[in-house]
């Protein structure tokens, strides 16, 4: 958590500031994906942001400018969220 308050501050910004949180699903590592969904839903409920799950897949193919651009309605929201891990 920590590290996600110093990037905010880095770029002059706050959760205050934030709206939506974009939190990848996988694949990867078992430890690495649960960490990063359990701090997004954490952060998402406590602040009232929503929350939208993507694929790695999804960055690979398209890019990140294309997933912030993307219909909403396509990313799995925050009841839904289903990890994809790898061994």
């Known amino acids: 958590m920590v590290l996600i308050l110093n990037f905010l501050n880095e770029h002059d910004?706050?959760?205050d500031k934030i709206s939506?949180?974009?939190v990848n699903q996988g694949p990867g590592k078992i430890s690495s994906i649960r960490n990063s969904i359990a701090i997004a839903k954490g952060i998402a409920f406590a602040k009232n942001i929503d929350l939208y799950g993507f694929l790695?897949?999804?960055l690979t193919e398209n890019g990140v400018d294309h997933l912030v651009k993307i219909d909403k309605k396509n990313f799995t929201n925050?009841?839904?969220i289903k990890p994809l891990y790898s061994s």
Do not use: A, V
């Open 20 to 22: 939506e949180i974009f």
């Open 56 to 58: 790695s897949k999804h």
């Open 13 to 15: 910004s706050n959760l």
């Open 78 to 80: 925050i009841n839904l």
